[in-house]
């Protein structure tokens, strides 16, 4: 038995767009009552394979065909060419409300929703206070869902889908719509499937979701695949083709040192207006050793050109480890310094004065963007640097520690022993 879960081969799919409308009878006798259409291909020829108990993301820009494939593999839309196989009980959260009636109330829409998943009432009534619980809408679960918040339709939503028992569960980036608490809770849910060895597609615009869940991932665009790789890959190269659309990605050649400025491309920008020309880092004793000891202090630069004088720009940060975890992430921003750029070169440098970091090699991204989150350019990874402890801990970071002994009275055990060991006598 084959253990590919999703085949999708060779699917594309058109839409066919409509240009305005005729506005008299004239125009329509003359063009046959035919509204002029273009053809759209949401997708071109994509190929995936995603095996059992694999968890796969799907990177791309908007309108790149991301949702449309999702749609394809779900069996919402037929693919124009190409054939999608399914081997398991699917169960789907494409968009915002979908499958959901307006005028029925969340208990309702939960049974409606199961029938269409192919369950039977008995199945959904064994389920049903596990959905509730999940939603935590047991309050408004008698209320029409047209009434609902965004919120609320996201967690009734996931909750009907992760508890109907799927063989695959397919995600589409509804999720960022949830709290931030419900969305650790979904995570949650989605790593407790991973365990089972379930199948998961997930399409999100999270570069830190892709990297802590999925094994691997593909980008997508203009309909097109332009790369399957791990994550970590796959987000770079997502984040460098989204600014090479644009105009402003900066291409880094391999043998170039990374301490070497890069040509960057002249002209003002409008939408893009500042870019990273370099990354690079320094330390104590740079020059005689190639790593930095625990303790010692860090700078990280980031050399920029702005094309046209910008105000509120802001510059990040972000550390990994070894694995691609993101652990230390900030901006200026965060750090509270506005910066006010005028048109020509410059450099932002980010100084850790303590490092806290253990044995082990680490790797920086750097970035560029608005104060309203615009990105302007990116460079992933822009550098890597190795650590060495002096000491004898072990593990990640170091911290300062103390240990002491307690007075041996009766007063301080109690103050900190379970209540069930305050009795004990101490030892004399």
Known sequence: MSDIAVDVKDVSKRFRLAHGRYNSIKERVIHGGRAPTE??????????????????????????????????????LQPTTGEVVVRGKLAGLLELGAGFQQDLTGRENIYLNGSLLGMSKKEVDRVFDAIVDFSE?????????????????????????????????????????????????????????????????????SPDQVRAICDRAIVLSHGNVVSEALPGEAVRIFRE?????????VVVPEEQSEERPIEVRPGPDVEHPVRITYAAHTYPRFEEVAYLST??????????????????????????????????????????????????????????????????????????????????????????????????????????????????????????????????????
């Open 241 to 249: 083709g989204l600014l090479e659309e644009e105009g402003t990605l």
């Open 295 to 428: 303790g010692d202090s860090l700078t990280i630069g980031v050399g920029y050109h702005a094309s046209i004088a910008t105000d509120d720009v802001v510059f990040s940060l972000e550390l990994r480890d070894n694995d691609g975890n993101c652990f230390m992430r900030t901006d200026t921003d965060i750090l509270g310094l506005r910066f006010d750029l005028p048109v020509g070169p410059g450099l932002v440098n980010f100084v850790i004065d303590d490092v806290p970091l253990l044995d082990g090699k680490f790797s920086y991204s750097v970035g560029i963007l608005s104060k309203g989150g615009v990105l302007f350019d990116w460079k992933e990874p822009a550098g890597s640097f190795d650590v060495m402890s002096p000491g004898k801990a072990t593990g990640f970071i170091t911290l300062p520690v103390r240990a002491v002994l307690a007075p041996p009275e009766r007063e301080s055990i109690a103050l900190m022993a379970p209540q069930e060991l305050a009795h004990l006598e101490p030892q004399v």
């Open 137 to 205: 809408l047991e309050a408004f679960i008698d209320g029409a869902v047209k009434f609902y918040s965004s919120g609320m339709y996201v967690r009734l939503g996931f909750a009907v889908a992760v508890n109907v028992d799927p063989d695959i569960l397919v995600i589409d980036e509804v999720l960022a719509v949830g709290d931030e608490r419900f969305q650790r809770k979904c995570i949650d849910r989605v790593k407790a499937f991973q365990k089972e060895g379930r199948t998961i597609l997930l399409v999100t615009h």
């Open 39 to 76: 053809e759209f291909w949401a997708l071109k020829n994509v190929a995936l394979q995603v095996s059992e108990g694999e968890t796969v993301g799907i990177l791309g820009r908007n309108g790149s065909g991301k949702s449309t494939l999702l749609k394809c593999i779900c069996g919402v």
